[in-house]
């Protein structure tokens, strides 16, 4: 299996700036996809960006021009820069890996998740 331990999440004020990070472990053959989502109170879990790999970014509407999600492959990390930041985007951030693995005798696809990440804006 494939784990992952985010971290970076915390209290900011309106405008302010957090950078997220999720690394990878484990036998990891590739990673396909590398995406974070949020889940603010009350509300079901969103897509907030996405990165293919070998592709290009694509991102949610409501966070365009502040938020950009990385990769440091040879980490097996991917990060969530968050500038100006805003209250709507407190939530609990996920990041997800889509790829595959080897347990020693096959390769496996595995989709993981993070444990989460806090992240609070004050007005």
């Known amino acids: 299996q494939v784990q992952l331990v985010e971290s970076g999440g915390g209290l900011v004020h309106s405008g302010g700036s957090l950078r997220l990070s999720c690394a990878a472990s484990?036998?990891?053959?590739?990673?396909?996809?590398m995406a974070w989502y949020r889940q603010a109170p009350g509300k079901q879990r969103e897509l907030v960006a996405r990165?293919?790999?070998?592709?290009?970014?694509n991102y949610a509407d409501s966070v365009k021009g502040r938020f950009t999600i990385s990769r440091d492959s040879a980490k097996n990390t991917v990060y969530l820069q968050i500038n100006n930041l805003e209250p709507e985007d407190t939530g609990v951030y996920y990041c997800?890996?889509?790829?595959?693995?080897?347990?020693?005798?096959?390769?496996?696809?595995?989709?993981?998740w993070g444990q989460g990440t806090q992240v609070t804006v004050s007005s």
């Open positions: 997800n890996l889509k790829g595959t693995y080897t347990d020693a005798l096959y390769r496996r696809p595995y989709d993981s």
């Open positions: 484990g036998r990891i053959i590739s990673i396909n996809v």
């Open positions: 990165i293919p790999s070998g592709g290009s970014a």
